[in-house]
């Protein structure tokens, strides 16, 4: 079935959260948690490794039932069961979305078209493994007898973001193989990254859905070209595999067919790192680690797809988030991890987020008449902490806040461990409570500092407090509650944009500046200037020297 095309600005609950956003526009946060000592226990969800207190935002009991009744008002469990299903719920390409097929165990029966997935899922997954057992191991060696020391991944978009993320990550899991991303078309970019390299010991994985993106196959001619300074064409097959749909084209580029990974339509390129995109990834850290992932995200999806809404953690963050795009008028969402292995979790979930939500025509094909896809951004803490959390604290923007913390760390740090953890949750709270008049002025008098200069300096050192945020607090950063946490991410934008009424699964949006560019290389290549707007005119003469 289709996902249904429902407003959600016509249901009765939109009507109900506006008129309860006059009454909480106003509400202190301070003020709920002192009338009831119980908040945290009631606004948490405990699941597996995994606590998400979400009660440090602007809610109380009814906000949440009002926004679950959105959520039943637009269908939201038929379109779970679509999306699962396999329906083609990414219309506008004709497509299913079903990267949560991708780790879904063998036994399971996915149908596209009729057909059950689970068993090429599987037979590309056996692939993988062998292929990266056989490399790790240094069975399967480069063209001199060498074993492989070195993986680059060419890729752009969906198909570098996620495994890029990933590997770094899990670093900590590490094989021997050093894993290293090409994604840039900027040639110094490509120049830097290929340093330091041995033709005879690296590996490259040309990772593109379509094969046909500019950037990628630049980048696969760039580092074949260096290749072949020093080795036979013969030998590239030895030493170059692709990850895509387009077997065509990737033979055309003289890859050999037998290294080659296939994926599937129904995977989107941003949803891709659980399908051969992930090879990388499996060559970083081991296939049992990359398996580990999936069945992190496996046991997420399995949540999502049974977990009542009120106790559902994909649900509860994407209605909360909802409540602030739409009623508060927050425009956009920071996510702040403390641990350094997650710091291109922003990066990776930006794209997730925003090139699936950043949609302005609804399924009815009209413009929609209120807002969706949020902002995201954010850096680990708690180096952003010293960049950019003033504005958090002090400025003029709503910024509801996802910390993501860990209970171990990995090396065993405790007194690094303590003092990173203190910070984290210290950040919440002072975010919740802020710091009033009273302790301003108190601080002031104890510092001896009085009269006209404590006046003065008072309202600077004011924090209003009232900011959102919602804590998730996890047991140890593993390839399994990684999986998990980005399954949870994915299913918020699912949510969000049956909420929204939108189309999540295409990015047409993206198409427009791909073919300009062609277009204006066209011009550059032959020095001659079209018609432009004249400032794209005045730009391209400058740059052509002209
Ligand atoms: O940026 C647009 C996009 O189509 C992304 O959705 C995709 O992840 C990326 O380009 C790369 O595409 P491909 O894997 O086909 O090279």
Known sequence: ????????????????????????????????????????????????????????????????????????????????????????????????????????????NVLVDGANVLPEVYAVKNKIKAFTEAI????????????????????????????????????????????????NVDGDHVTESLKGLDPETTLFVIASKTFTTQETLTNAETARDWFLNTASQADVAKHFVAVSTNIQKVTEFGIDPNNVFPMWDWVGGRFSLWSAVGLSIALAVGFDNFDGMLKGAHDMDEHFRTAAFEDNIPVVLALLSVWYNNFFGAESEALIPYTQYLQKLAPYLQQGIMESNGKSVGRDGKPVTYQTGTIIWGEPGTNSQHAFFQLIHQGTKLIPTDFIGFIEPLYGNKDHHDKLMSNFFAQTEALLNGKAEAVVRAEFEKAGVTGEKADYL?????????????????????????????????????????????????????????????????????????????????????????
């Open 1 to 108: 079935m289709a996902l249904q095309n429902i407003n959600p600005t016509s249901t009765a609950a939109w009507k109900a959260l506006g008129e309860h956003f006059a009454e909480m526009q106003t509400a202190s946060m301070q003020d709920m948690f002192a009338a009831d000592t119980n908040r945290a226990e009631k606004f948490h969800i405990k699941w597996n490794d995994f606590l998400i207190d979400y009660s440090k935002n602007i809610i109380n009991p009814k906000t949440l039932e009002l926004l679950q009744d959105l959520a039943k008002q637009v269908d939201l469990s038929g379109a779970i069961a679509s999306y699962f299903g396999g329906d083609a719920i990414n219309r506008t390409e004709g497509r299913a979305v079903l990267h949560t097929a991708l780790r879904a165990p063998e036994s399971a």
């Open 136 to 183: 790790i191991s240094g069975a399967q060696t480069g063209y001199t007898g060498k074993p492989f020391t070195d993986v680059v991944n060419v890729g752009i978009g969906g198909s570098d973001l996620g495994p890029n993320m990933v590997v770094e990550a899990l670093k900590f899991y590490k094989t021997p193989l050093n894993v290293r991303f090409i994604s």
């Open 458 to 546: 008072t309202p600077f050192k004011i924090f209003t407090g009232n900011k959102p945020t919602n804590t998730l607090l996890i047991k140890k950063l593993t390839p399994e509650t990684l999986g998990s946490l980005v399954a949870l991410y994915e299913h918020k934008i699912f949510v969000q944009g049956v909420i929204w009424n939108i189309f999540s699964y295409d990015q047409w949006g993206v198409e427009l500046g791909k073919q300009l560019a062609n277009s204006i290389l066209g011009e550059i290549n032959s020095g001659d200037v079209k018609q432009h707007d004249s400032s794209t005119t005045f730009l391209l003469k400058a740059f052509l020297g002209k």
